[in-house]
């Protein structure tokens, strides 16, 4: 079998003129892209005294912003490109580009750069479009008036504060209310315990955001400040949550709207009425459900046979808990 083979015939005409010299070694550079190859070229094409940055030269040449960045980055990697920023004549601040045809060294590109004028762009502006000096339209500026209000009389009262009345030397001061706590205090360690423990009471309450915690944990921390029992605080959460089935979409929210007014903590020796067993209603979930009493790592709920206050768990005797225990065990 026969193999097709190509065959590359090369004509040239030497330009009469706007033609550069360039080594082959540029332009068959290993480790340069297509872009950046075009980019030095038309660089080095440009006349002398030309000022056009290289980012001017990729938009000309179309060259993308991404495949600028890595077109110049492979130059200044190869010695091709240098620059430096340096303030000049003014406060300006300047970045000098030096190109070159052959690759030069950080020293090389300093000394060269360092015999090269500083232009500004004052000094690049032509006459025709440097801005002249700005003339008031009508007379001179004159400073403000340094001599206070002109209209004020001295012995006016121009404060919009009332004036405090003055203080009998027998007369006694009453005390300042107590300020209510600050919204940037850090809330009780009580607190935080309580709202790390409000999503195991309801799977409604499952998704409450973790940046929330804090703001709640104020909120709950001016419920226990108020007389109100951690328990008092779990009741009205749980009342508050919708009994229809409704889904909680934004947990988080709810809690910030049951927690923010604060009720009236009851009397001692009262039971609070938040704490008070609630009639039981067909369509919802927690409204037979009661918090146990007993000692509990978490809270935990139970449904009672009657007016009890304990789960099964906590009446059951210890000694019948572990016999029990056992027989699952071994069953």
């Known amino acids: 079998m026969e193999s097709d083979s190509t065959v590359i015939y090369r004509h040239h ?23 950046a190859v075009r980019l030095l070229i038309w660089q080095l094409s440009l006349p002398d005294g030309a000022r056009e940055s290289l980012s001017r030269t990729a938009e000309r ?23 430096r920023r340096l303030q000049g004549p003014g406060g300006h601040w300047i970045t000098q580009q030096l190109v070159s045809n052959v690759p030069l060294s950080a020293v090389e590109a300093a000394n060269i750069l360092g015999r090269m004028p500083v232009h500004t762009p004052s000094a690049d502006a032509s006459p ?12 001179i500026p004159t400073p403000p008036p340094t001599d206070g209000h002109p209209k004020k009389d001295p012995g006016e009262n121009t404060s919009h504060r009332p004036a405090e009345p003055e ?8 005390p300042e209310p107590a300020p209510e706590m600050s919204e940037t205090h850090e ?37 226990l400040a108020a007389g109100h029992t951690p328990t008092a605080v779990r009741t009205h959460v749980l009342r508050g949550l919708p009994d229809d089935g409704t889904p909680v979409h934004r947990p ?20 609070p009425v938040s704490e008070q067993p609630s009639p039981a209603r067909p369509s919802s979930r927690l409204a037979a459900l009661r918090e146990c009493e007993g000692d509990h790592v978490q809270a935990t709920l139970f449904r ?3 007016d009890e ?23």
């Open 13 to 35: 005409i030497a330009p009469p003129r706007a033609f550069s010299q360039f080594s082959h070694d540029l332009i068959r550079h290993p480790r340069l892209s297509s872009d």
């Open 61 to 83: 040449a179309r060259i993308g912003a991404c495949a600028f960045t890595r077109a110049k980055r492979q130059l200044k990697e190869e010695g091709f490109v240098h620059e």
């Open 128 to 139: 025709q479009v440097a801005p002249s000096p700005r003339i008031p339209t009508v007379g």
């Open 167 to 174: 203080r009998q030397p027998n007369q006694a001061s009453k």
């Open 187 to 223: 809330p009780p360690e009580a607190a935080r315990v309580l709202v790390a423990a409000l999503p195991h009471l309801s799977p409604d309450l499952r998704r409450i955001p973790r940046g929330m915690h804090d703001e709640l944990a104020r909120l709950v921390a001016r419920w």
């Open 252 to 271: 988080g929210g709810l809690l910030r709207y049951l927690l923010h007014d604060v009720s009236p903590a009851p009397a001692p020796g009262i039971t």
């Open 304 to 306: 009672p046979a009657g």
């Open 309 to 331: 206050t304990r789960c099964p768990r906590c009446l059951t005797p210890p000694s019948l808990r572990v016999a029990a225990g056992t027989a699952v065990r071994r069953t």
